[in-house]
């Protein structure tokens, strides 16, 4: 009696430290690091990735219907995050096992006319909810125990520049995960320049409210302003 009184408690202190210190990291602070096991060995994050863009995925479960989705599609667009120079890191809070029963599942199948798919990611093992924690990934009031479906966007200074968080019904948009890290990277380019609503590679961006002797001394020579008002610049880049 005594004993099962002790594991309940233990149990429920465990339960409730997974419950506490779920503080989301701030836009512009250090990306936490950590250690841990995944589907291509120990990482070590950020350091393993240098000075690359990095993308970490949390997810709230392996072999279930989103999140396989979300895997597959980032596994076929592996090609333009490499050309962006971005690494994946995707997480959950399941057994290292489990991910790689997942992963060869995964690349058997033929999804949405495509051909199998090879996944090169590290799908990490979070059994320990360090990470989950440092991130701030389990949302209690959605899971005590899994996380949430976030997205940190990490720049080559191990900043975190953006943040995104899906609900467990909603699958990730892959398309604009891209379009706002070409937006991030654009930014961290030239930190003068900001990119409007619905921006597309290509399209005009947006410069600072500055006078006209300032807006010349930017740096963009050849490059066309166009004054929506005074408080909107574009310009087209050359
Ligand atoms: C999914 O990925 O399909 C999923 C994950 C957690 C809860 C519900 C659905």
């Known amino acids: ?15 409730s430290s997974w419950s506490q210190d779920t503080k989301v990291p701030q836009i512009g602070s250090k990306a936490p690091s950590f250690t841990a096991l995944s589907t291509n060995g120990t990482i070590h994050f950020p350091k393993d990735y240098g000075r690359s863009w990095k993308i970490l995925f949390s997810h709230p479960k392996d072999f279930t219907p989103v999140c396989s989705s979300e895997i597959l599609e980032l596994a076929y667009d592996q090609k333009d995050f490499d050309e962006l120079n971005t690494k994946l890191v995707v997480m959950s809070t399941d057994v290292l096992s489990l991910h790689f029963s ?7 199948l033929d999804y949405k006319g495509r051909p199998p798919v090879k996944i090169n990611f590290p799908i990490v093992a979070d059994t320990s909810y360090a990470i989950s924690r440092a991130y701030g990934m389990i949302h209690n009031s959605e899971s005590t125990t899994h996380n949430i479906r976030g997205v940190y966007f990490i720049d080559p200074d191990n900043r975190i520049r953006s943040i995104m968080f899906y609900p467990n019904e909603v699958g990730r948009n892959v398309e604009e995960i891209k379009r706002t890290l070409i937006a991030l990277q654009t930014n961290y380019a030239d930190n003068k320049i900001v990119t409007p ?3 597309e590679k290509g399209d005009d961006v947006l410069i ?3 006078s006209q002797v300032e807006r010349e001394n930017l740096n963009h020579p050849g490059s066309i302003y166009k004054e929506v008002a005074w408080f909107m610049v574009f310009m087209q880049k050359k």
Request: proline share 4%; glycine share 0%; hydrophobic share 60%.
């Open 102 to 108: 997942w992963k060869t599942a995964l690349e058997s």
């Open 208 to 210: 600072p409210v500055i």
């Open 197 to 199: 609503a619905n921006w």
């Open 1 to 15: 009696m005594k004993t099962s009184i002790f594991f309940a408690l233990c149990i429920l202190f465990s339960m």
